[in-house]
């Protein structure tokens, strides 16, 4: 059985749902300049700048699924599924329009204020990733985003700002979302855009010590404000497997898990592994230390280790192998798996291999904040939507989280799906990857009445919930 109090429920992001763009005060964000279609990658991976909006394309954050105005609609669903736990994000630019302001604007705030107390009336715990992505456009523009470490001040102000004003409305913390995505697209995580003359992996390692000390900081400060409050880390998961039994691609892959871990080593360690020394060395790379940012790293590790799931990667050493994608990663297919619509292999066994590595290395809580199927939707004549395909993923992935925590013994405190509504699509910016067990009328154009449906789904994950895992 699973611990009684596990917190079951799903994730959301402010710049994947939210819209409202300029509503009551909110700055620009680089996660709004991020639009469907052409070009979006190539402006995620920090390769072409897009620093304002340009004729000739749609940008879907703009509208998102209009949660600024139907977060009371959603919520009171949310409860309806019976969720323990609701993850969320804080668009810092609702609170610090440029990043630069004295003072945090009042109209944001009171937004999340609002947010967090419609799921406290539900009896819904919140979890807040501090940081999903978004950064004001502002301190991209001026300071090169998290290239400067200028940054972390800034960090350190709007955190401060969240930590005090929701003191007591939550416990659970997390300070960026998937940190590792830092290496594969930098404008998107960490506003950044790499100039032609310069090392792409000298950058982006700077790029993401900034963010080590910004977390470390943040959870002194979090501690600190509320002895109380949990903090964690967030990884992009999915363990690399070798292709084949061949030496050379077990090593290979090896070595792909190694660097995934790098960032997340430094948060639960508090300190730059051998490996990583190692891996910088290798490449030339010298990070520019400032003084007491190593103690810093060592006192201030996270309470907690949680990280996303939605497939595995096979590895190989020959370099003739088609290479594809998931969540920005690259593998070669793995013959024994099926694929998503979208290319990116189903493996439940994967999530049960990574909760005992995770937990094996890091001998910490784990929290699953990430895990779903996207998938297209069709209603039905008789306006139902049978995705029979969704609740198949789920119920395997659960399956196997079950054994890691009652055969295993990996201590687990929860599991958000991503995303109990539908939302953008991060990596391609559609509407038509959908991952909710509620349906939202919108397509990838922004067309649509916005109008709350449903799935078959959504009454399977209620039982999931009521029964605690047991009624799959
Ligand atoms: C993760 C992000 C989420 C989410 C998810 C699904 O990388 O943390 O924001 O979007 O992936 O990916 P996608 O939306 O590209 O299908």
New binding site residues.
């Given amino acids: 059985m699973l611990p009684a109090d596990f917190l079951w429920g799903g994730a959301i992001?402010a710049n994947?749902c939210e819209g409202a763009l300029f509503e009551d005060g909110r700055g620009l964000a680089n996660v709004d300049l991020l639009p469907w279609g052409k070009g979006r990658k190539a402006i995620a991976r920090g390769y072409q700048k897009m620093f304002d909006f340009e004729d000739g394309y749609y940008y879907p954050a703009k509208l998102g699924i209009d949660f600024y105005h139907r977060y009371k609609q959603d919520i009171a669903l949310f409860a309806q599924m019976g969720f323990k736990v609701l993850r969320l994000s804080i668009s810092w630019s609702r609170i610090y329009p440029t990043g630069e302001e004295e003072k945090p604007n009042e109209k944001g705030l009171a937004f999340y204020d609002a947010v967090l107390r419609e799921c406290l009336g539900y009896g819904i715990k919140p979890l807040v990733t501090i940081t999903?992505f978004d950064i004001p456009m502002a301190l991209v523009k001026k300071y090169g985003g998290w290239r400067n470490p200028k940054m972390i001040d800034f960090y350190q102000k709007f955190v401060t700002t969240l930590f005090t004003r929701f003191r007591g409305l939550v416990h659970y913390w997390l300070t960026f979302?998937?940190i590792n995505l830092i290496y594969h697209s930098p404008f998107e995580t960490a506003g950044v855009c790499i100039e032609p003359n310069e090392s792409r992996s000298a950058v982006l390692a700077q790029v993401a010590h900034h963010h080590l000390v910004a977390s470390a900081l943040a959870t002194k400060i979090g501690h600190a404000i509320d002895p109380e409050n949990k903090i964690g880390c967030m990884m992009?998961g999915g363990e690399y497997y070798p292709l084949t039994s061949k030496p050379e691609d077990v090593l290979l892959a090896f070595q792909k898990n190694q660097e995934n871990y790098y960032l997340i080593d430094i948060q639960a360690f508090g300190e730059y592994s051998y490996f990583y020394q190692q891996y910088l060395h290798r490449q030339g790379i010298e990070i520019k230390w400032q003084q007491g940012e190593q103690e810093l790293l060592q006192e201030n590790t996270v309470d907690f280790i949680s990280f996303?799931y939605y497939s595995s990667l096979a590895i190989s050493s020959d370099d003739s192998l088609n290479i594809r994608e998931a969540?920005a990663m690259a593998g070669v297919p793995n013959p024994y798996l099926s694929d998503s619509k979208w290319g990116w292999q189903i493996d439940p066994i994967g999530l049960r291999l990574s909760l005992n590595r995770f937990y094996d290395r890091y001998k910490r809580p784990l929290f699953i904040v990430?895990n779903g199927l996207?998938a297209l939707d069709s209603i039905e004549p008789d306006g139902s939507i049978q995705d029979d395909y969704r609740i198949d993923y789920l119920r395997a992935h659960i399956q196997e989280m079950k054994k890691a925590v009652e055969e295993d013994g990996v201590v687990l405190w929860g599991y958000t799906t991503?995303a109990p509504i539908d939302l953008v699509?991060?990596?391609?910016g559609e509407m038509s990857?959908r991952y909710g067990f509620i349906h939202v009328d919108l397509d990838d154009q922004g067309k649509g009445t916005l109008e709350r449906r449903k799935k078959k789904s959504f009454d399977w994950y209620k039982t999931v919930i009521q029964s605690n895992g047991e009624n799959l």
């Fill in positions: 992001a994947q999903h979302n998937e992009a996303s969540n990430e996207g991503w699509s991060s990596s391609t990857k």
